[in-house]
């Protein structure tokens, strides 16, 4: 069971990134990511109904809520939409996966953890990684586009890594992360509605079947059942096993990403691969004998995320 939880949340997780990349055309960003969690936020709130776990969020937490919507249902994601546009799906991929290094320097700032030797040298090797991955496309025409893309992708995994730091704040004042992440996405779904009156945005309906199963990919399969999936690795094996498919999603990502985007493969883009992912192996790594006993029971130790809302796109 715990096999076929793992391969398939990994699956899911590292094609979402190609399934935004189909999104992309004549329906707007916003309209795309208003839909997803449209369907995601509907379709979680009716769950929970039916199976009897639905609950009304304290009147004291909505503020908390509404800030974990605009960082990981939301703003993050509209970085993302567009991002696709300038740089190939599996890319994004890789530099969200670089979200652990923002995580641990954002955990410093907001509850002062304390950054070790392990996160300077995945950082490192991250941003060495990085380099190397755009540094052929950067230099060459059409640099500007690359560069916007690439930061669009990082300002995306920064909200990201904020929306993380305001999920531990809500399991510390005991919202659980089922409750937090189901209110979120509706939340986020009126603060994107909010923004596409604002912006005078004009809804276009589903262009074609491939939108549309896109759509409902990410609706259903990204944003539900990768996460429950997660949740139940997360109890099962631990948040520090469960972390490593962080890893993984990237070679998946780029996989897709090489066969139907045309990727091309470089080895300065190889070896960039591998630094980036030396990098999150280096973050995650952890010695035998300073394991703690509750981490192998799933719950996250003292300085770990709580809820892994948002994982991934």
């Known amino acids: 069971m715990i096999p076929f939880l ?11 990134w190609f399934a935004i990349a189909l999104q992309s055309g004549p329906v707007p960003a916003l309209i795309s990511i208003f839909y997803r969690f449209g369907v995601a936020g509907i379709t ?8 009897g776990r639905l609950k009304l969020p304290a009147k004291e937490h909505q503020i908390w809520l509404i800030l974990q919507a605009l960082c990981l249902f939301s703003l993050n994601f509209i970085c993302f ?3 696709v546009r300038y740089i190939p799906s599996g890319l994004e991929s890789v530099i969200f996966s670089l979200a652990t290094i923002f995580n641990a320097i954002n955990a410093r700032i907001f509850y002062g953890d304390r950054i070790t030797i392990r996160v300077i040298a ?4 991250g941003v060495s990684g990085l380099g190397l991955l755009f540094g052929r ?16 992708c990082l300002l995306g995994t920064m909200l990201f890594s904020l929306g993380n730091m305001v999920s531990r704040h809500n399991s510390q004042i005991g919202i659980s992360p089922v409750t937090a ?4 996405m509706c939340y986020g779904t009126l603060i994107l509605l909010a923004l596409i009156v604002a ?10 079947m491939t939108y549309l199963a896109a759509l409902l990919y990410l609706a259903i399969f990204g944003s539900i059942v990768a996460f429950t999936t997660y949740l139940i690795l997360v109890a099962r094996i631990g948040s520090a096993k469960a972390a ?13 990403s090489t066969m139907f985007e045309g990727y091309v493969w470089h080895w300065t883009s190889i070896l960039g691969l591998l630094l980036a992912l030396a990098g999150n192996i280096v973050m995650f790594a952890r010695k035998k004998n300073n394991a703690a006993p509750s981490d192998t029971q799933g719950t996250p130790r003292q300085g770990e995320l709580a809820n892994p809302a948002g994982a991934a796109s």
């Open 199 to 208: 912006t005078g945005t004009p809804i276009i309906a589903p262009p074609d």
């Open 137 to 152: 496309d950067i230099f060459a025409s059409g640099a500007t586009e690359i560069l916007y893309g690439v930061g669009l």
């Open 6 to 16: 793992f391969i398939s949340t990994v699956l899911i997780w590292g094609t979402t």
């Open 181 to 184: 992440n189901a209110w979120g």
């Open 244 to 256: 490593y498919m962080t890893v993984l999603f990237p070679i998946i990502a780029l996989a897709v």
């Open 81 to 83: 939409y567009f991002a």
């Open 44 to 51: 979680f709130i009716a769950l929970l109904a039916v199976t």
């Open 122 to 125: 995945a950082g490192i090797l």
